[in-house]
């Protein structure tokens, strides 16, 4: 297995674009060909102020005005990341194609996410873009079909995937994770397995003990440590995760999606609602 197809998504604001420098480092690690996205979207503030200008009885020409100065801002924001692309580019000797696209990041994403291997994105999508907070996180985990990798600007990390984690459960979602994060994997230098509370999966699927999930990394050339963590308890496992990986020294962690689209807000599972709330590290997670 390799990944030799990804996407990164660039937004329209001034960040440190650390998720596209991280993406960089792990295309060239793999060899990977590289797409970056920029979505021309409308910011919520300037689709209000043409609401606004409109509902005010403004003249044709004058919404005509507005409508080309968010254009031109757009186009700006559009030159900004372009350069920045070329910078990365050129730092890690690689071959980044640019794609811009008209519409709302929200629906043209996940389009351009299907024809990838990996997704890559800020996690913190700031609340000025019209896919605000981290809903638009959850949207493309349930709607894009393929393995998304959220990057927290507040990690220091300068490299991606030397050294992965994995949480395991047992779950369909970790196994779905595990499976898309094969390709990570094989080309890491260090895996971790960290099993939060493996009484209670063994438990429920008889006797599928730890040793059979590294067994099976071990057919891909994976020789995986395992961490077990007992007691802990449902409230605690996305923080425990995170902090466990990081202990070991871990750049990556593979977690599993929990949750479904159409009813998330009820049904998504706690510990990924908590992990997307409170990320630390950057995570490729899978549904």
Same mark, same amino acid.
């Given at each position: 297995?390799?990944?030799?197809?990804?996407?990164?998504?660039?937004?329209?604001?001034?960040?440190?674009?650390?998720?596209?420098?991280?993406?960089?480092?792990?295309?060239?690690?793999?060899?990977?060909?590289?797409?970056?996205?920029?979505?021309?979207?409308?910011?919520?503030?300037?689709?209000?102020?043409?609401?606004?200008?409109?509902?005010?009885?403004?003249?044709?020409?004058?919404?005509?005005?507005?409508?080309?100065?968010?254009?031109?801002?757009?186009?700006?924001?559009?030159?900004?990341?372009?350069?920045?692309?070329?910078?990365?580019?050129?730092?890690?000797?690689?071959?980044?194609?640019?794609? !811009?696209?008209?519409? #709302?990041? /929200?629906?043209? %994403?996940? @389009?351009? +996410? *299907?024809? =990838?291997?990996?997704?890559? $994105?800020? &996690?913190?999508?700031?609340?000025?873009?019209?896919?605000?907070?981290?809903?638009?996180?959850?949207?493309?985990?349930?709607?894009?079909?393929?393995?998304?990798?959220?990057?927290?600007?507040?990690?220091?990390?300068?490299?991606?995937?030397?050294?992965?984690?994995?949480?395991?459960?047992?779950?369909?979602?970790?196994?779905?994770?595990?499976?898309?994060?094969?390709?990570?994997?094989?080309?890491?230098?260090?895996?971790?397995?960290?099993?939060?509370?493996?009484?209670?999966?063994?438990?429920?699927?008889?006797?599928?003990?730890?040793?059979?999930?590294?067994?099976?990394?071990?057919?891909?050339?994976?020789?995986?440590?395992?961490?077990?963590?007992?007691? !802990?308890?449902?409230? #605690?496992? /996305?923080?425990? %995760?995170? @902090?466990? +990986? *990081?202990? =070991?020294?871990?750049?990556? $962690?593979? &977690?599993?999606?929990?949750?479904?689209?159409?009813?998330?807000?009820?049904?998504?599972?706690?510990?990924?609602?908590?992990?997307?709330?409170?990320?630390?590290?950057?995570?490729?997670?899978?549904?």
């Amino acid at each position: 297995m390799a990944l030799k197809d990804m996407l990164v998504w660039l937004d329209r604001t001034n960040r440190s674009w650390l998720h596209l420098q991280l993406a960089a480092d792990l295309a060239r690690r793999h060899g990977s060909g590289m797409t970056a996205l920029y979505a021309r979207e409308w910011s919520p503030q300037q689709l209000a102020h043409r609401k606004t200008a409109e509902l005010a009885g403004r003249s044709l020409e004058e919404v005509r005005e507005l409508s080309k100065d968010a254009e031109a801002s757009i186009d700006e924001s559009a030159a900004r990341a372009r350069a920045e692309v070329e910078r990365v580019a050129a730092q890690y000797e690689i071959e980044i194609e640019w794609r !811009v696209a008209d519409g #709302e990041a /929200a629906r043209v %994403l996940p @389009q351009y +996410a *299907r024809y =990838a291997d990996l997704c890559v $994105l800020d &996690a913190e999508v700031p609340a000025g873009s019209t896919s605000a907070g981290y809903r638009f996180s959850e949207e493309m985990l349930f709607v894009s079909g393929r393995p998304v990798l959220l990057v927290p600007q507040a990690s220091a990390l300068t490299s991606l995937g030397a050294h992965v984690a994995v949480a395991w459960n047992s779950s369909r979602a970790s196994a779905r994770a595990i499976n898309d994060a094969l390709p990570l994997l094989e080309r890491s230098e260090r895996t971790t397995v960290i099993a939060i509370n493996p009484e209670d999966f063994i438990g429920r699927h008889g006797s599928l003990p730890l040793p059979r999930l590294l067994q099976h990394l071990g057919r891909h050339g994976i020789a995986a440590d395992c961490v077990e963590l007992a007691d !802990v308890p449902a409230a #605690e496992i /996305a923080d425990t %995760l995170q @902090q466990r +990986a *990081r202990i =070991a020294g871990a750049d990556l $962690l593979v &977690a599993g999606a929990h949750g479904h689209l159409w009813l998330r807000d009820m049904l998504l599972g706690s510990v990924t609602r908590d992990l997307l709330a409170r990320l630390r590290l950057p995570v490729m997670m899978s549904n």
